[in-house]
């Protein structure tokens, strides 16, 4: 069996290739690495780097080749290609390369969202099942590191601030979405079409006070509307690009698209997932 990880040179990627690395040989991985600077690092690790890019289809026909089981990590948006148009690249190679399943890490609700950040992902969802490849939908929750600045800050001592009111989130760490992925990927266990992948829900105060226990500090919590919160990120010098989309985040909290109740996490992992307090103490420790 061939298993092929995209994204492999990313966060997500790297803890997903450590995973898998635990439950199969090395010959039986490939990775997918958009430069050769990037593949050099993990060919020192034995793995058969394949060079590709999402936005040049002729180059995933190369890399497909001989795969059978394949993690799709979803790209960024704001290329000069697409993302829709990427993911259509490697949709349609997959399915002319006869790769027999995808794992691919998609949005919570899939398409019962309504967030703007759902749109190229349900698209892809909607692709995927059009190609009748065999798959397994992670819609992924929110990564404890999608907060790193708000918590390294408050870790030392500075304000928690946010907006997104009472909104709940299914934060869980980085590497343990990678370890569910693996498991789909493997096929340790049986997955079904969608698995919601979320940790807990909570809301922005119940993470601030798990994260002073775990640093051992006290901080001041802020709750914000979006104006003031804009105005203090732009005054901590966040580009206004970067400040919309952040806003746009605690709306969709606020809104409860990230508030997913399911067990599933659990079920994919085989065990319960860290308990907040313990994985903010990891995550600081990083």
């Given at each position: 069996?061939?298993?092929?990880?995209?994204?492999?040179t990313g966060?997500l990627?790297?803890?997903?290739?450590?995973?898998?690395?635990?439950?199969?040989?090395t010959?039986e991985?490939?990775?997918?690495?958009?430069?050769?600077?990037?593949?050099?690092?993990?060919r020192?690790?034995?793995?058969?780097?394949?060079?590709?890019?999402?936005?040049?289809?002729?180059?995933?026909?190369?890399a497909f080749?001989?795969?059978?089981?394949?993690?799709?990590?979803?790209?960024?948006?704001g290329?000069?290609?697409?993302?829709?148009?990427?993911?259509?690249?490697?949709?349609?190679?997959?399915?002319?390369?006869?790769?027999?399943?995808?794992?691919?890490t998609?949005?919570?609700?899939?398409?019962?969202?309504?967030?703007?950040?759902?749109?190229?992902?349900i698209?892809?969802?909607?692709?995927?099942?059009?190609?009748?490849?065999?798959?397994?939908?992670?819609?992924?929750?929110?990564?404890?590191?999608?907060?790193?600045?708000?918590?390294?800050?408050?870790?030392?001592?500075?304000?928690?601030?946010?907006?997104?009111?009472?909104?709940?989130?299914?934060?869980?760490?980085?590497r343990?979405?990678?370890?569910?992925?693996?498991?789909?990927l493997?096929?340790?266990?049986?997955a079904?079409?969608?698995?919601?992948?979320?940790?807990?829900?909570?809301?922005?105060?119940?993470?601030?006070?798990?994260l002073?226990?775990?640093?051992?500090?006290?901080?001041?919590v802020?709750?914000?509307?979006?104006?003031?919160?804009?105005?203090?990120?732009?005054?901590?010098?966040?580009?206004?690009?970067?400040?919309?989309?952040?806003?746009?985040?605690?709306?969709?909290?606020?809104?409860?698209?990230?508030?997913?109740?399911?067990?599933?996490?659990?079920?994919?992992?085989?065990?319960p997932?860290?308990p907040?307090?313990?994985?903010?103490?990891?995550?600081?420790?990083?």
């Amino acid at each position: 069996m061939n298993y092929l990880l995209t994204g492999a040179t990313g966060e997500l990627g790297t803890h997903a290739l450590h995973y898998l690395k635990e439950q199969v040989g090395t010959d039986e991985i490939a990775a997918l690495a958009r430069t050769e600077e990037q593949a050099a690092k993990l060919r020192e690790q034995g793995i058969d780097v394949r060079v590709a890019d999402f936005s040049d289809y002729a180059s995933l026909l190369e890399a497909f080749d001989g795969i059978d089981r394949m993690l799709f990590v979803s790209s960024q948006p704001g290329g000069a290609v697409s993302r829709g148009e990427q993911h259509k690249n490697v949709v349609q190679a997959a399915k002319e390369k006869n790769v027999s399943f995808i794992a691919y890490t998609s949005f919570p609700k899939g398409a019962d969202s309504a967030s703007p950040l759902a749109q190229d992902h349900i698209l892809t969802e909607k692709m995927i099942s059009d190609s009748h490849i065999p798959h397994t939908f992670l819609h992924n929750n929110w990564y404890i590191e999608n907060e790193a600045d708000t918590l390294y800050a408050a870790a030392e001592g500075h304000p928690f601030a946010y907006s997104a009111g009472e909104g709940k989130v299914g934060w869980a760490l980085k590497r343990e979405f990678a370890e569910a992925a693996v498991n789909v990927l493997t096929g340790k266990i049986t997955a079904p079409e969608i698995l919601e992948l979320s940790g807990t829900p909570i809301t922005y105060t119940e993470l601030a006070a798990a994260l002073k226990t775990a640093s051992g500090r006290e901080f001041e919590v802020v709750a914000m509307n979006d104006e003031d919160y804009k105005a203090s990120l732009i005054k901590n010098g966040v580009p206004e690009s970067i400040v919309g989309f952040i806003l746009m985040i605690q709306n969709n909290i606020r809104n409860g698209e990230l508030a997913v109740i399911s067990d599933d996490f659990e079920k994919v992992l085989g065990r319960p997932l860290t308990p907040m307090v313990e994985a903010l103490k990891e995550f600081l420790q990083n």
